[in-house]
């Protein structure tokens, strides 16, 4: 089974795609988490990334791409994976067919988490993320146990460096120029389902999992 997550930032992408990931024993693959990893322990990189990411820009589609491959191309992807933040661009989504069709394989389900851009704002500050193993909470609608600590490993929950109101107006309008293109992309390809973000998380599960049974 292999599926792309579409939608804004902060729509739940990852929310969701860690949850898919669980119960269909596939690997979460998230470009953003792979770029935040490398950020953290500090690889040429993460240093590279970092540049755009903190300006709210995409990293150049060489790069992405680049890494995406490698991942993809490991053994734990052969029964399939999902895809949490790649593709972004219509660039990147051409690759990526172009590869799969090598191979004689191809996406089964693009899903858009559709959430309207007046509730991203408050989705983001309110986000906490853990940079050690890349679960992530909201002090309002999904808190961790303990304030400030991650449940599942321990570490300190921080606000991501993007995550700030004026970056994250930058992140929205990139969103709407670079990766809105790509609903139309897999609606051509009849892939495409939407379903409700502004849900809560388990009915937006739920959702997700009647278009995958
Ligand atoms: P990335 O890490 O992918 O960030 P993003 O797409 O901006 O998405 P987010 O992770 O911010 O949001 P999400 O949809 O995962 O939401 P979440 O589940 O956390 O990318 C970061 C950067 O890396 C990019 O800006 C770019 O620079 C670079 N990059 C990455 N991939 C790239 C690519 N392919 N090409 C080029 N550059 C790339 O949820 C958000 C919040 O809401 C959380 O606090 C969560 O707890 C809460 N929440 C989730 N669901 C619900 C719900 N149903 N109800 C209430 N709250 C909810
Ligand atoms: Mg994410
Ligand atoms: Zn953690």
């Known amino acids: 089974m292999k599926i792309i997550m579409l939608g804004a930032p902060g729509a739940g992408k990852g929310t969701q795609a860690k949850m898919i990931a669980e119960k269909y024993s596939v690997p979460h693959i998230s470009t953003g988490d792979i770029f935040r990893a490398n950020i953290k322990s ?30 993809v191309a490991q053994e734990d992807c052969k029964a399939g994976y999902v895809l949490d933040g790649f593709p972004r661009t219509i660039p990147q989504a051409e690759v990526l067919e172009k590869e799969l069709h090598k191979l004689g394989e191809k996406i089964d389900w693009a899903i858009d988490v559709d959430v309207p851009d007046e509730n991203i704002i408050r989705r983001m500050s309110g986000r906490r993320a853990c940079l050690s193993c890349g ?74 999992v009647a278009i995958l049974d």
Do not use: W
């Open 135 to 208: 679960a992530t909470y909201h002090m309002e609608y999904i808190p961790p146990k303990k304030e400030g600590v991650c449940d599942t490993c321990g570490s300190d929950l921080v606000l991501r460096d993007d995550d700030k109101a004026e970056t994250v107006k930058k992140r929205l309008d990139v969103y709407h120029e670079q990766t809105q293109p790509l609903i139309d992309f897999y609606t051509d390809r009849n892939i495409l389902r939407t379903v409700d973000g502004t849900l809560s998380m388990e009915d937006v599960f739920a959702a997700i």
């Open 42 to 71: 500090g690889t040429a990189l993460g240093m590279e990334a970092k540049q755009y990411m903190d300006q709210g820009m995409l990293v150049p589609d060489e790069l992405t791409v680049r890494i995406l491959l490698d991942r």
